[in-house]
């Protein structure tokens, strides 16, 4: 057996390479086969050392980290034979959570020889794989501002003030929106997600009960809104019951298509990207094989 295990060090707290090291020794022991663990130093690197496992013939690529490194190492394994494996180790753990991937590392390692193999959907924007949400509008362009702060406190809590911030920033755009075959129809909503799992992570919930492998895409819209129907709708997505807003609307469909005025912000799997004129949505049923518990 070979199974490569590729750590985002600056995850979570604490030495997490070590600690998924004595996690492998623990589990595996005198095991015969190849079990490395690789660190990565900066964007990109995940996807590149996911990719070498695959053609190195894995069977195992263990993505450790937050939501972005898990879409780095998973979108190198669509469509592959190689399965992925997830140790928790971000703020918002959005795929984990909806797999019910143990949070605990030697728990989450131990899926290796008792865990089973469930195959999910790949989600496509713009030519990028997502698993858990997509989307453009209010929480890419929060995601944008984020992404680009130099220096301070990672994690959920941060999101607040910083998005109290930009909501009185922000300006939704006017789109025109095409479901599958359909004729295209024009909407200004504050948020358009696409959601593959129903959480954007950190229990934060926008297309309650959404299936990751039913072969459709959940497209969800909250309309444009003021501040205080934000902070109602806010607590709806944090509790669960999005569904009950009448700001809220949701779509089953298998693809999408958006056009705008111009380029801007958007984002797969809370990783933000600036995104064209026109964007299209689209799945590869069942075309990720993931590590889950029995």
Known sequence: MKIRFIVNPNAGAGDRAGEITQAVRETFGDSEGLFEVKSTLKKGDAKRLAREAVEGG??????????????????????????????????????????????????????????RVRAIDAGIMDGRYFFSTAGLGFDAHLSMKYDKRSSGRRGILPYVPLAVLEFFRFKPEPLTLALGENKFSR??????????????????????????????????????????SAIMTARKILNGSIETSKHYQRILTPSAKVRRSKPGAAHVDGEPF??????????????LNVLIKQ
């Open 274 to 287: 600036m995104a064209g004129e026109t964007i299209e949505f689209g799945l590869l049923p069942k075309s």
């Open 58 to 115: 894995y069977k195992v690529v263990f993505a450790c980290g937050g939501d972005g490194t898990i879409n780095e190492v998973a979108s190198q394994l669509v469509s592959t034979e190689t399965v992925l494996g997830i140790i928790p180790g971000g703020s918002g753990n959005g795929l984990s959570r909806a797999l019910k991937i143990p949070f605990n590392a030697k728990e989450a390692v131990g899926l290796a020889k008792k865990g």
């Open 187 to 228: 909407i200004t909503p504050f948020m358009l997600t696409v959601a593959n799992t129903e959480e954007f992570g950190g229990s934060a919930i926008i297309a309650p009960g959404a299936v990751p492998d039913d072969g459709l895409l959940d497209l969800c819209v909250i309309k444009d809104i003021g501040f205080g």
